[in-house]
């Protein structure tokens, strides 16, 4: 092997580990502060690098708060409307809508904090709507007849963030839940959906 060759392969995997250790450093830091309270000193001390270091990696903060995105959305399950292909059973498509959806935000852990700091943090607020159009999209592809644009609104709110932690704080089986009320929900209106249609 070229020992140049070598020596740069080397180099590479070193920037390529620091920049590693300064996304995963700011991870933690947000986790202590908050994502918009998080300053460039807090991460060069949490990833034992200068702070020349992590200006020379991240010129912006947004551009390490898009790094950290990157990575998020990396590590979350994709929601695949295909999930739902031959699944024809209303209320087990809502255990698979409210199952998907709520694995997502366990490992985003507090989205709330996240929907606070977007009003900040301009690569958040991306974040957050590409989230939503994601939830939107897997949501209609669940609620198949069901998914016109209100009904699909009104199921997004019911699988919140929000609604999965108060249900979770009162010591309620979330999935459980949402699909009992989503269902009853929709199959009460079932008769006057089918009646739209057919006029």
């Known amino acids: ?45 949490r990833a034992d690098v200068s702070l020349a270091t992590v200006y020379r990696h991240f010129p912006t903060y947004d551009a390490i708060v898009e790094a950290c995105g990157e990575l998020s959305r990396s590590m979350l399950p994709p929601l695949e409307p295909a999930v739902f292909d031959g699944v024809s059973d209303l209320r087990s498509r809502l255990r698979l809508l409210a199952d998907s959806i709520g694995q997502r935000l366990e490992l985003l852990g507090d989205w709330e904090w996240i929907r606070n700091d977007a009003r900040k943090v301009a690569p958040l607020r991306r974040f957050i709507a590409e989230f939503h159009d994601e939830t939107c999209a897997f949501t209609r592809a669940a609620l198949g007849e069901y998914g016109d644009d209100n009904t699909v609104a009104i199921v997004v709110a019911l699988v919140d963030a929000a609604v999965y932690r108060l249900l979770r704080e009162g010591g309620q089986p979330t999935v459980e839940v949402l699909t009992d009320v989503v269902g009853t929900w929709l199959e009460h209106r079932k008769p006057a959906i089918s009646g739209q249609g057919a006029r």
């Open 1 to 45: 092997m070229n020992p140049r060759a070598y020596q740069l392969g080397k180099r590479i995997d070193s920037v390529e580990e620091t920049r590693r250790r300064i996304v995963m450093a700011t991870f933690e830091v947000h986790d202590e502060k908050g994502i918009a309270d998080t300053k460039f000193r807090d991460i060069a001390e």
